[in-house]
């Protein structure tokens, strides 16, 4: 039982910064990867940045160099800072948790970005 809750979704125009962040509760134990997804409107899923409790990072290539991922294990919570965001930013980003070598997921409910040109 693992509930991820995001916030800092929102309307921004291109150009400008956003920082989402993620909170797990519940039963965190051995919880090892957080990271964003991100699904725009009729496109697929979509994974944007990953971090594992070592502080190893993956990011999309779409978005290297723009946005940052970060975690604070103490406070079981990971970021994501966005900057010159596009148009095709645009889209509901998905915090995402998993334990190593686990199959399951657990996902939050979302929270919508927009950008505007």
């Known amino acids: 039982q693992v509930a991820l809750v995001e916030s800092g979704g929102g309307l921004v125009q291109a150009g400008g910064s956003l920082r989402l962040s993620c909170t797990a509760s519940?039963?965190?134990?051995?919880?090892?990867?957080m990271g964003w997804y991100r699904q725009a409107s009729g496109k697929q899923r979509e994974l944007v940045a990953a971090?594992?409790?070592?502080?190893?990072?993956n990011y999309a290539d779409s978005v290297k160099g723009r946005f940052t991922i970060s975690r604070d294990n103490a406070k079981n919570t990971v970021y994501l800072q966005m900057n010159s965001l596009e148009p095709a930013d645009t889209a509901v980003y998905y915090c995402?948790?998993?334990?190593?070598?686990?199959?399951?997921?657990?996902w939050g409910k979302g929270t919508l970005v927009t950008v505007s040109s």
């Open positions: 971090i594992t409790s070592e502080g190893r990072t």
């Open positions: 995402n948790a998993r334990r190593l070598y686990s199959a399951r997921d657990y």
């Open positions: 519940g039963n965190i134990f051995n919880i090892n990867v």
